[in-house]
């Protein structure tokens, strides 16, 4: 199997995309616990799941952005 130069580009693409969603995603998990925590909650689901979640958040869009991104610069250019 070879690897194209365009869908190295995509992978690079969606990694950085993937990035910049994990950072949203992580941002927001942590505004919603600290929200909880404050309305003087134990952190709600956020806390209680919070490793589960963090995987799921850094592995999808880490993970499977550069590979949507190999695959679909990959059929774009030929």
Known sequence: ???SLAG???AAVGLYV???D???LKGMLQAMEA???QAGGDG???ARYKTLLGVVIFGVPVIGFP???YWAASQLAG
Do not use: D, F
Request: hydrophobic content about 55%; proline content about 0%.
């Open 35 to 37: 929200k909880n925590r």
């Open 1 to 3: 199997m070879s690897i």
């Open 44 to 46: 709600g689901a956020a």
């Open 8 to 10: 190295v580009i995509g």
């Open 18 to 20: 993937g990035w910049l």
């Open 22 to 24: 994990w950072k949203i």
């Open 67 to 69: 590979v949507i991104g």
